[in-house]
């Protein structure tokens, strides 16, 4: 294989990672201050490139053309109402039923997928088919060698870790965050601390849905075209990445992300034929590897929650 | 600084059986008022009570003026409110400055927050040599420390102790209740619930004894100890 096909692989398994990860990171923060799986999550992920596309339309037609401008603002509407989103899910659904069997959940949000998923199918014209998501990044490439290097891939790459690192921060290095991992731990002897147990899990909410938008951005710029039905792969992929890093670590599941984009790049490449079977080989090392390890890589036991 | 808890005919459920039925007490400012009784008795469920994580279905709870009926329990923490819960429930997986730290939640001011951590250390100054270990790392009785010291990391002025002695050795037990009387003598009033008799009464200002949800004596250590019902279920 030729150093500018290694290259491409490399990369677009990297921007796939990252956006598994961030997907995965969510449903690991769900699950680690409420014990819940929200399976709405890759819907919200659709809803943020969505709310991204819908920006750009309103601001061309409002006649700001500048892409910097325009890339700002879509990043800011998605990530701030998709968050808001992820709160309310988490007051008027999520919250209420925490006292039903875990199952009741697991329903109503698969349900309030599907709703998400059709309410964006209906209200776009012609809302089936796939929607052009515009190209604002610079179209410049760096060559290395026989490769060349797109600017717009290696920015999102570094917006990526950018959102990561930012979550770990404020994770690890906030009283936010303390409190945070407090709920995770012990909830009830969390709330006779003084915390305010409702807030908590609405900002974690937030916190996840707005990095699930971001995963939904990324996806348009990097493949330049979004669909209502983009969701539900990718939150599969983001649950299985959770479940595989260890639900409830936040590291496990950016591992866990990683390792899917791995397993399809590797898959795509050792089965040249059949390439369009990576998904199945991604999958079928994945449910190996949960029998083989079936609290995931990094378990909850060894690992600290959130 | 008074503190006044008064607790008028509380019914408390969980589900639908009633566990406390119609408890009325009162923690006066300034002393240790102690509520004995056995297990199953409905101690915990007090507590729970007072602090809103089982509301009560009917009665009253006051904290001075405060209702706290209905309240939420950052709400009533946040009124001068502090509790040591049973089995201690430090965080096993954040270190023991992280603990201290959350027990001082709602406290904004970063100086104060560090003050209060060295008064801890001072009690406790075997903390101060474990601060960046892990809680759920440490033994039985250093938990216990944690436990007491993020109690008085908020400067509370009702502390609620719930069986600190349960679990612990004798050693431990005897200490611990030295140092509830220290913090009792700090001017903070306690309200202690706990089984063993002898050394909760030894230093308690007034004391309740439960039984099936409901109060069956109250008194001073004197009355109490000389009360045939608490004979018959505790001194036998």
Redesign the interface.
């Known amino acids: 294989m030729d150093l500018a096909l290694l290259g491409q692989y490399v990369i677009n398994g990297l921007m796939l990672g990252m956006m598994y990860a961030l997907v995965a990171v969510g449903f690991t923060l769900f699950f680690g201050v409420l014990d819940v799986i929200k399976f709405s999550h890759g819907d919200v992920l659709m809803v943020g490139a969505f709310t991204g596309y819908t920006t750009f339309l309103g601001l061309e037609a409002a006649g700001v053309h500048m892409p910097v401008i325009q890339i700002v603002l879509l990043v800011i509407a998605s990530t701030v109402l998709v968050g808001l989103l992820g709160a309310a899910i988490a007051k008027y659904l999520i919250l209420p039923l925490t006292n039903a069997p875990a199952l009741n959940i697991l329903l109503a949000t698969m349900m309030l997928g599907t709703v998400l998923r059709e309410a964006v199918r209906l209200f776009f014209p012609e809302g089936s088919n796939p929607k052009r998501f515009p190209r604002l990044l610079p179209d410049t490439v760096i060559p290395i060698g026989g490769f060349d290097l797109r600017v717009d891939s290696l920015m999102l790459l570094i917006a990526g870790v950018l959102v990561i690192v930012a979550i770990h921060t404020v994770i690890n290095r906030t ?1 936010l965050g ?2 945070i ?2 709920v995770a ?2 909830a ?10 409702e807030l908590v899990v609405l900002v974690t909410f937030a916190i996840g849905s707005a990095a699930a938008a971001v995963a939904g951005v990324m996806n348009g710029l990097y493949y330049n075209e979004i669909n209502f039905g983009m969701g539900l792969l990718l939150g599969v992929i983001g649950f299985a990445a959770a479940i595989v890093g260890g639900l409830g670590n936040i590291y496990g599941a950016i591992l866990g992300g990683f390792l899917f984009a791995a397993l399809q790049t590797i898959g795509a490449v050792a089965l040249p034929f059949a390439s369009a079977y990576k998904d199945v080989f991604a999958f079928a090392v994945i449910i190996s590897i949960m029998a083989w390890r079936p609290t995931g890589l990094i378990p909850e036991k060894v690992s ?2 959130v | 600084m008074t503190a006044n808890l008064i607790l008028e005919d509380v019914y408390t459920a969980y589900d639908k059986a009633d566990v406390l039925e119609g408890v009325s007490l009162e923690a006066r400012s300034g002393e240790i008022t102690c509520l004995l009784g056995s297990n199953g008795a409905g101690k915990t469920t007090t507590i729970r009570s007072i602090l809103g994580l089982t509301p009560p279905r009917a009665g009253n709870i006051k904290f001075n003026d405060a209702a706290l009926t209905g309240m939420a329990t950052h709400r009533i923490v946040g009124l001068g409110m502090s509790c040591i819960p049973e089995g201690r429930k430090v965080f096993p997986k954040l270190t023991t400055e992280e603990n201290l730290r959350l027990g001082a939640y709602q406290q904004t001011d970063e100086k104060v927050i560090q003050q209060r951590i060295a008064e801890v250390y001072e009690i406790f100054p075997r903390l101060e040599e474990r601060r960046d270990q892990l809680a759920g790392t440490m033994s039985g009785g250093e938990q216990a420390m944690v436990s007491i010291g993020r109690g008085l990391m908020s400067a509370p002025k009702m502390l609620l102790i719930d069986e600190p002695s349960l679990g612990l050795s004798p050693l431990y037990v005897k200490e611990n209740f030295k140092i509830i009387q220290r913090i009792n003598e700090r001017g903070i009033t306690v309200f202690l619930v706990e089984q063993n008799v002898r050394q909760t009464l030894a230093i308690a200002h007034r004391g309740y004894v439960l039984s099936k949800g409901r109060v069956v004596a109250a008194g001073t250590p004197e009355e109490l100890r000389a009360n045939e019902e608490v004979h018959a279920a505790y001194f036998g």
């Open positions: 009283k303390l409190a991992r407090a731990q012990d009830e002897t969390a709330r006779i601390m003084g915390i305010n147990f600290e929650r």
